[in-house]
């Protein structure tokens, strides 16, 4: 085989807690992690000479190693190679074909990164187990664990800590992205994670989960960025209530923004929120989507992966 594709899905949160902050910088926290239908096109094909060559289709994003897609692939190459099981001398082309918004809380580097791992591992058939991409994924970044098994679960610790969850019951998204730049640096810097008033109920949220209750989950939706990202970027408000007011049953901002999501039951109303964002100029980029479930075998059950 000289050709593999590879689709990366973007994630939103239905759930974000930040229960601390730990002496080292990082903090800790609780999120419901779920895999939406929006996704970038991986093309891999295998070179005769060494080296990873990585073209996109978005200008503004790096080809080289400041990309996700080409770190993840230069540390499979590095592991693999070493051991044998991929033959030196062989190289990749990645083409990336971009539709994740950028820089909007919904993990696109962190899937591309994941991709690569899936990609290469059927290309160049080195046989790596999902645990240890996850291993070697950890270290490029606290999502990519998830990424490479996607569906619903719950992260914990800095968010590598991962239990697999059921589907959530069957519901359609709108998704939007406001077209500005949030630093989730910023983000986290400007949270004060010990003055935190409420919490949301991210128990619940899994055992709603567990039940099948859409209701259990929507009305348990809850993001404590939303305080530092909310109040420095009101269009965020705007587009929650936008979609509130076509009759979402929530709506809630993914990560630490920009981008809001809104749970419908009914396609119109997702449709005609879309709509409605779109004519009001709050997001240049809108999606009518639903959650995505990847294939068992990508996320053997129980298999529950943490750095420890
Ligand atoms: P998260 O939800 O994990 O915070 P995000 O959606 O906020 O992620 P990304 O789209 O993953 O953010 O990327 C953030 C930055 O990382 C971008 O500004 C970009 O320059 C850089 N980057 C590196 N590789 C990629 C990639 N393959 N796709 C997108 N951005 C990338």
Redesign the pocket.
Known sequence: MDCVKRKAYAKINLGLDVLRRRPDGYHEVRMVMQTVDITDLLTFRRTDRPGILLRTDKE???SGK????YRAAEAVFREQTQCGAIPRGQGVEII?E?R???????????A??AAVFHGLNELFGPGMSLSDMQRMGVKL?A?IPYCLMGGTALAEGIGEKLRALPEPPRAVLTVAKPDIDVS?KFVYENLHADQLKEHPDIDGMVQAIRQGSLEGVTGRMGNVLETVTVRAYPVIDQIKKTMLGEGAENALMS??GPSVFGVFRQRERAQAAAEQIRRAGLAGEVFVTEFYSPPRMQRPAGEDFSLE
Do not use: H, V, Y
Request: hydrophobic fraction near 40%; charge should be negative.
């Open positions: 503004e994003l790096p400041d990309n996700l897609i990336l971009k994740i918004p950028i820089a909007a809380g919904m993990a696109g580097g962190s591309d990164a970044g999502d989730t990560g630490s």
